[in-house]
């Protein structure tokens, strides 16, 4: 009787010991390896730090190529107050009007995704970035700038 619940045991011993390896071998087997996930290159064309303008504005912008595609990416530090129909903007000079800006002097790139943390804008191709000298955050309802940024030449 011994001999037999003995044997039984070591059966079902075996049939655990082999059933949990190849339920952990299956699992590693499922695995993504890390190696396989590849990023492309970002390369920074300009980059800026926003100054406050009608608002409190903070954080820095930068101008990044990826992918063949420019966009304006702001930073986590990023902060700006809310308002109405507020939109980033690329202006003509270093230093927007805090009232006031003109049509001719700007091109709107979108309207403000939200107003603290990291954000990107896809800028669109036929914009020439040497027209431009800052970036800006802007309300259309009230025409005022909330704050800009400058960018390098």
């Keep these: 009787m011994k001999f037999q619940y003995l044997t039984i045991l070591g059966i079902a011993t075996v049939l655990t010991i082999g059933c949990t390896k190849e339920v952990t071998s299956n699992t590693i087997d499922n695995k993504i ?19 406050a303008g009608e608002h409190p504005t903070q954080g820095t912008v930068s101008v990044v190529t990826e992918q063949g595609k420019r966009y304006l990416e702001f930073d986590q530090r990023f ?10 903007i690329l202006y003509r000079s270093d230093t927007p009007p805090i009232y006031g800006i003109k049509k001719n002097d700007y091109v709107s790139i979108a309207r403000l995704q939200k107003t603290s943390g990291s954000q990107r804008y896809a800028l669109p191709d036929n914009v020439k970035l040497a027209d431009f000298r800052s970036v800006a955050v802007w309300c259309r ?6 704050g800009y940024a400058p960018l390098p030449g």
């Excluded at 309802?141 to 909330?146: I, V």
């Design 79 to 88: 902060k700006t107050n809310q308002g109405p129909d507020v939109f980033v």
């Design 33 to 51: 390896p890390t190696a396989t996930i590849v990023s492309s290159p970002v390369a920074v064309a300009k980059s800026g730090n926003f100054k």
């Design 141 to 146: 309802k009230f025409n005022a700038t909330f």
